[in-house]
């Protein structure tokens, strides 16, 4: 088991930066692959970045592309989403999971955090 706590949400405006924290205890961290994923309000829980276990490879939704990082601590157990150049579209829950591969597909993880979240104002 593995659970995740997400950090780092708030409100910010149009063009500011937020950096979301997903702390992992349980089994050992550097085993899974982490990715991110949100959900506005009525919609779909849609993909937006996600590493593998030593964090070598990184994936991007393409409406993310450029303006978001994902990155790992293994030694802290902490992934993060480094967000730039917000947009009032990216306003959603964000949530972090957990999971064998790093994968655009929320079916590929296994554990899920309580989500956080992000309201960008324009």
């Known amino acids: 088991q593995v659970q995740l706590v997400e950090s780092g949400g708030g409100l910010v405006q149009a063009g500011g930066s937020l950096r979301l924290s997903c702390a992992a205890s349980g089994r050992t961290f550097s085993n899974y692959a982490m990715g991110w994923f949100r959900q506005a309000p009525g919609k779909e829980r849609l993909f937006v970045a996600a590493?593998?276990?030593?964090?070598?490879?990184?994936y991007y939704a393409d409406s993310v592309k450029g303006r978001f990082t994902i990155s790992r601590d293994n030694a802290k157990n902490i992934a993060y989403l480094q967000m730039n150049s917000l947009k009032p579209e990216d306003t959603a829950v964000y949530y972090c999971?957990?999971?064998?591969?790093?994968?655009?597909?929320?079916?590929?993880?296994?554990?899920w955090g309580q989500g956080t979240q992000v309201t960008v104002s324009s």
């Open positions: 590493t593998g276990r030593s964090g070598g490879g990184s």
């Open positions: 999971a957990a999971g064998w591969l790093a994968s655009g597909s929320p079916n590929e993880y296994h554990y």
